[in-house]
């Protein structure tokens, strides 16, 4: 029987603060167990295992920055949008390390409600891009770089891979800048 006043979501806030404390691989259900006070037996009552657990981090993350980037991206367009998306993205991944980092697998074949969470911030990339005009193709195409180049700097900020005496801020506006370029670019050879 469950724990009285346990729940999934309590069993999903100490997992989160784990992962953002001390980094997704430190969620193991014993931790989140000593944690909330229970044995880890007890939270089989609540999550089925650590992988479905991560799963629940993962989607927790997703929710949070598909937050964060809408509320960014509201009421701007154009290079405005993409860099308040752009720092936007920075923002949460520094700000919740654990749960960003949950965010980065593909859901599994048929989990339905992952893959409709994780559509979220791809959803809200294709709207700031739209005023560029790209194709359905081109547009999955920007989504992947942009993706990419966002994941790949503060996955290197994160892991301490800038050791060049230069502006990390100053970087990143860098590649802002030259994501938009890229847009331009894609938007008058299409």
Same mark, same amino acid.
């Given at each position: 029987?469950? !724990?009285?006043?346990?729940?999934? =979501?309590?069993?999903?806030? $100490?997992? @989160?603060?784990?992962?953002?404390?001390?980094?997704?691989? /430190?969620? !193991?259900?014993?931790?989140? $167990?000593?944690?909330?006070?229970?044995?880890? #037996?007890?939270?089989?009552?609540?999550? /089925?295992?650590?992988? $479905?657990?991560?799963?629940?981090?993962?989607? *927790? %993350?997703?929710?949070?920055?598909?937050?964060?980037?809408?509320?960014?991206?509201?009421? *701007?367009?154009? #290079?405005?949008?993409?860099?308040?998306?752009?720092? /936007?993205? !920075?923002?949460?991944?520094? =700000?919740?390390?654990?749960?960003?980092?949950?965010?980065?697998?593909? #859901?599994?074949? %048929?989990?339905?409600?992952? =893959?409709?969470?994780?559509?979220?911030?791809?959803?809200?990339?294709?709207?700031?891009? *739209? #005023?560029?005009?790209? %194709?359905?193709?081109?547009?999955?195409?920007? @989504? *992947? @770089?942009?993706?990419?180049?966002?994941?790949?700097?503060?996955?290197?900020?994160?892991?301490?891979?800038?050791?060049?005496?230069?502006?990390?801020?100053?970087?990143?506006?860098?590649?802002?800048?030259?994501?938009?370029? %890229?847009?331009?670019?894609?938007?008058?050879?299409?």
């Amino acid at each position: 029987m469950p !724990r009285r006043g346990l729940d999934r =979501e309590q069993v999903v806030d $100490a997992a @989160v603060r784990i992962a953002d404390a001390d980094g997704l691989q /430190a969620v !193991r259900l014993a931790r989140v $167990a000593g944690e909330l006070g229970v044995r880890a #037996p007890s939270l089989y009552n609540h999550v /089925a295992s650590r992988e $479905a657990l991560q799963r629940e981090i993962a989607l *927790r %993350g997703i929710a949070g920055l598909t937050a964060a980037l809408s509320q960014a991206a509201v009421g *701007r367009s154009g #290079p405005d949008a993409v860099a308040a998306l752009a720092h /936007a993205y !920075r923002a949460y991944a520094h =700000e919740h390390p654990g749960c960003y980092a949950a965010t980065v697998a593909a #859901p599994a074949a %048929g989990d339905a409600e992952h =893959e409709q969470a994780a559509a979220g911030p791809v959803e809200l990339v294709v709207a700031v891009i *739209r #005023p560029w005009g790209l %194709g359905p193709e081109a547009q999955l195409h920007a @989504v *992947r @770089v942009i993706r990419s180049a966002l994941h790949g700097f503060v996955a290197l900020e994160a892991g301490g891979g800038f050791a060049l005496p230069l502006d990390l801020d100053d970087s990143f506006e860098a590649l802002v800048t030259m994501l938009v370029c %890229g847009l331009d670019e894609r938007a008058h050879t299409a």
